[in-house]
C-alpha cells in the first residue's frame, strides 16, 4: 500500500470514527497508530491532518500533496533524509 493511500484511508477512518463517537458521545483521546510497510514505520495522523512518525519525522499538508505523485522509492528516500535532517520538502 502506498504511503499516499494509506493517508487517505487512515483519514476516511477517522472520519466515520469521529461520527461514531459524537453519535455515543465517547470521547477518545489517544489518537490510534498506524503502521507503513513502505516506510518501516508507526505514524499518527494529526486532528490537522498532518502526519507525525515515531522516528520524528513530521510531515504538513503541503509535503503531502507534493510526495503524493511520486513512487515508492522517492518516497522512502525522502523519509531517509527527512528522519536525518529533519527537513521540510520544498
Not at 3 to 32: C, G, H, M, S, W
Not at 46 to 58: A, P, R, T
Amino acid at each position: 500500500m502506498s504511503y499516499a493511500l494509506a493517508y487517505i484511508q487512515a483519514q476516511k477512518k477517522r472520519e466515520v470514527v469521529k461520527e461514531v463517537t459524537n453519535i455515543i458521545n465517547l470521547d477518545f483521546r489517544k489518537p490510534k497508530t498506524y503502521y507503513s510497510e513502505l516506510l518501516e514505520d508507526s505514524f499518527t495522523i494529526l486532528d490537522n491532518g498532518e502526519i507525525k512518525f515515531n522516528s520524528g519525522v513530521y510531515y504538513n499538508k503541503k509535503e503531502l500533496e507534493k510526495i503524493n505523485s511520486l513512487d515508492d522509492k522517492g518516497k522512502k528516500q525522502i523519509h531517509s533524509l527527512k528522519r536525518i535532517f529533519n527537513g521540510e520538502v520544498i
